[in-house]
């Protein structure tokens, strides 16, 4: 079993940066694919970013260009790194991680971009 929690949302301008982050207990999941997904308020959760266990990394249309996914396989975490955000950007952002699909989510960090 894996348990992943989020971290690094909060409130940040327009324009402004954050680093969510995703710490993974339970084992290691450095050969797992990974994906980070966001949820805005009445909205279906939507694919942001992800990766798989080569260095391979692929993003939604909304993302090239701002957002990096990335792993760091001795901390066992995951990174999105998010730059010029936008107000659109508003969202819970989740984790997950799985050998095939996402089998394992973590509980979402709140991301909020002010005008």
């Known amino acids: 079993q894996v348990q992943l929690v989020e971290s690094g949302g909060g409130l940040v301008q327009a324009g402004g940066s954050l680093r969510l982050s995703c710490a993974a207990s339970?084992?290691?999941?450095?050969?797992?694919?990974m994906a980070w997904f966001r949820q805005a308020p009445g909205k279906e959760r939507e694919f942001v970013a992800g990766?798989?266990?080569?260095?391979?990394?692929y993003y939604a249309d909304s993302a090239k260009g701002r957002f990096t996914i990335s792993r760091d396989n001795f901390k066992n975490t995951l990174y999105l790194q998010m730059n010029s955000l936008k107000p659109e950007d508003t969202a819970v952002y989740y984790c997950?991680?799985?050998?095939?699909?996402?089998?394992?989510w973590g509980q979402g960090t709140q991301v909020t971009v002010s005008s």
């Open positions: 339970g084992r290691a999941v450095n050969s797992y694919s």
């Open positions: 990766g798989g266990r080569d260095s391979r990394t």
């Open positions: 997950a991680v799985g050998p095939g699909s996402y089998n394992y």
